[in-house]
């Protein structure tokens, strides 16, 4: 068919007579879209098991519809969940389905603002310029099948229809029964019992459509709903769910002279064209030139893991911590050897941690637990925990420890730290942590050996922060990965014999700065929870698979937590280690929560980033509360945000892949644009 059989004329005249393929492998069906001296051919196939044979197939029907041989193609771009699979004799670029669907979808409507992709696994509400179809913002939903082709298909199957067929029944209900279970196991049993009491097929039909289009309008407010909607998908020629949406919405959503299934590989079609004219040389990022050796501080590493594994220290007593707020110079004036509890868990510990606490507490509580109840052997070398306590969950769990396994003292954390007495009160609780501490080694814990520690370990924060100065850079000669791995140094190795290695580290980055690469990466702020001991899929995505660097951390497993120093002086020690670690970067449990804001703000300000990564636990009583303060705040200081709702599973990375793939897609957009925060 002619393009502007389909397209408007005046979007007709962007696109060029290159001729492009597009392939968008979704779970369900694959849909390709061929563009060539002014015509559009299309194909629709299903998904195979064979994602790379199924986007083959495409492409091989697409030349048989138009005509064209193989070396006719000029570019191909992949997208949809498939396109890691595909593999052509032709130049090819793999974009994101959210890219490539806001592209298609300004293409094919009229001033579209806000579209609504539900796909077979997934649905997404994104937000585009309507000038350009360039990405705004955009939300996916959790991985769940509530909201998606697939919960519908399940529901239509119930009631004896098929996915197309239900949609026209559902258009004759004049009583709508309200479905209230989202999950498709609940669901299946509501529809069950609701057909069983005598309700019609298409009473019920569109009761799930409704509470479908309930859960997809909760999504779409979090990009802001606007006139110029459209809808995208396999799900868009379901005429049940679009009357349900615009019922739920009230607003009418535009209709397009193309199927708007073809949206996503129609958008990577043109999307090829760009790719072509600019032959991939203008918008490469520079790459880094040095590497950092740090086999030295590996070996120094793992040998100090092994020697608390074999409790070979030379230390009598093995005692572990939970939190950040645990004095560490305390504990090495106590002469006990130590570690921090912050490990991803395996999916069977974190399965045991659920034998002692519930499935809704976050997965670092159950992977501590578990690995106890496995009987990992560093936690087997544990004589006893202490614990600050800042984290509900964290409290619940060490109780559960102390019960069943390891001896565990909680002491108290003052939650509004700017009070007169909060000084006071944090003292008394160090005060009985040391006494505790001086009867299970049977030794004093001596002032001068405290203050021996205050001076290493302010020594430990510095180099920390002076190794984290040099990702100020436009190309940082450290990424986050190495960053985070040097910092689980500070959990483990004593500051006599970690300070230099540290040294080391800084020397090589003032050598490599000297030395800068060329141009500028794409910068990201990771602010939020914890990135525990092995937690590391967002910060390879993010570095290793999308070029992008995450240039700092605000949370307190990365820069956030060497900010402060202890005070260094000749008064009450105690009263100096508490003046010190309430003034650090303040915990969530704390308020006023202003001031974490104004902190994130600053580290992002100060290391000149593009966006912010807010990544968080599920069921995480803290930060899943505060996430929506803290995202108004960054937006009103222009920051693009990205909540990253996550677990220790790696069954949803290719999600979380797809959110930020599109979410550094958005900030490359930007920098291009010049459009810059401050």
Do not use: W
């Not at 697409?62 to 070396?71: A, I, K, T």
């Not at 396994?405 to 939650?415: D, K, Q, S």
């Amino acid at each position: 068919m002619l393009l502007s059989e389909v397209i408007d004329v005046e979007k007709v005249k962007s696109i060029s007579e290159v001729k492009t393929v597009g392939i968008d492998v979704g779970s369900r069906s694959a849909k390709g879209v061929l563009l060539a001296d002014g015509q559009l051919h299309t194909v629709i196939i299903p998904t195979g098991y064979d994602v790379e044979k199924t986007a083959s197939d495409v492409l091989d029907k697409l030349l048989e519809e138009s005509g064209y041989e193989l070396n006719d193609i000029q570019y191909i771009v992949g997208t949809g969940y498939g396109r890691v699979s595909m593999h052509f004799d032709v130049p090819t670029e793999l974009v994101t389905e959210i890219s490539c669907h806001g592209l298609g979808a300004y293409y094919l409507g009229d001033n579209i603002k806000t579209i609504l992709d539900i796909g077979g696994q997934d649905s997404k509400a994104i937000k585009i310029d309507p000038e350009n179809g360039q990405v705004l913002n955009f939300v996916m939903n959790d991985k769940c099948a509530a909201g998606t082709g697939r919960f519908l298909e399940k529901m239509a199957n119930i009631l004896g229809y098929d996915a197309e067929q239900i949609g026209e029944v559902s258009l004759s209900s004049k009583n709508p029964v309200p479905i209230s279970s989202q999950c498709v196991v609940f669901a299946e049993s509501e529809v069950i019992s609701e057909r069983a009491k005598g309700v019609e097929v298409d009473d019920l039909a569109m009761g799930i459509y409704l509470s479908v289009a309930r859960r997809v309008n909760n999504l779409l407010s979090r990009v802001g709903i606007e006139e110029g909607v459209i809808f995208t998908g396999g799900v868009s020629n379901n005429v049940g769910m679009r009357i349900a949406l615009e019922k739920i919405m009230n607003i009418k959503i535009q209709t397009a002279r193309l199927d708007t299934v073809f949206a996503g590989a129609l958008g990577a079609a043109i999307h090829a064209q760009r790719y072509y004219s600019k032959q991939l040389s203008s918008g490469e990022l520079a790459k880094r030139k040095n590497r950092l050796y740090l086999d030295p501080f590996k070996r120094t590493l793992e040998s100090r893991k092994a020697a608390y594994i074999s409790r070979s220290t030379g230390k009598s007593k093995y005692v572990a911590y939970m939190c950040t707020y645990t004095p560490i110079e305390i504990l090495a004036a106590a002469d006990v050897a130590h570690i921090r509890l912050y490990h991803t868990g395996t999916a069977t510990e974190i399965s045991s941690g659920e034998h002692m606490t519930q499935s809704v507490f976050c997965d670092l509580t159950k992977s501590i637990i578990g690995k106890f109840y496995e009987k990992d052997p560093m936690y087997q070398a544990i004589d006893k925990i202490y614990m600050f306590y800042t984290c509900d969950c964290m409290k619940k769990t060490a109780e559960a420890i102390s019960r069943n396994f390891v001896p565990t003292e909680i002491y108290n954390l003052p939650r509004i730290r700017d009070r007169e007495n909060s000084l006071e009160y944090y003292r008394r609780e160090l005060a009985a942590f040391k006494k505790n501490l001086e009867e299970l080694t049977g030794k004093e814990i001596k002032d001068e050996d405290i203050r021996k520690q205050i001076k290493l370990y302010n020594r430990v924060r510095e180099l920390y922060r002076n190794i984290s100065a040099y990702r100020k850079l436009p190309v940082p000669p450290i990424n986050s990965q190495e960053y985070q791995y040097l910092v689980s140094g500070y959990y483990y190795i004593p500051a006599e014999e970690l300070i230099p290695l540290l040294e080391d580290v800084e020397a090589q980055l003032k050598k490599a700065s000297k030395e800068p690469a060329e141009g500028r990466v794409t910068r990201i702020l990771i602010a939020g929870g914890a990135l525990a001991e092995g937690d590391t899929t967002a910060t390879r995505i993010i570095e290793n698979n999308l070029g992008a660097y995450v240039v700092a951390e605000d949370n307190c497993t990365g820069y956030k937590l060497f900010i402060d120093d202890v005070p260094d002086n000749e008064g009450d020690v105690l009263e100096a280690i508490a003046e010190g670690y309430l003034r650090r970067a303040p915990c969530i449990r704390m308020k006023p929560l202003m001031e974490n804001e104004d902190l994130a703000v600053e580290i992002a300000n100060e290391y000149d980033v593009d966006g912010v990564v807010f990544y968080y636990l599920k069921f995480c009583p803290g930060y899943s509360i505060a996430k929506n303060q803290f995202s108004q705040r960054f937006k009103e200081e222009g920051f693009p945000i990205l909540e990253v709702p996550n677990d220790y599973s790696s069954n949803d990375e290719g999600q979380l892949l797809t959110r930020l793939e599109a979410f550094v897609e958005v900030l490359d957009e930007r920098r291009k644009a010049g459009v810059r925060v401050h």
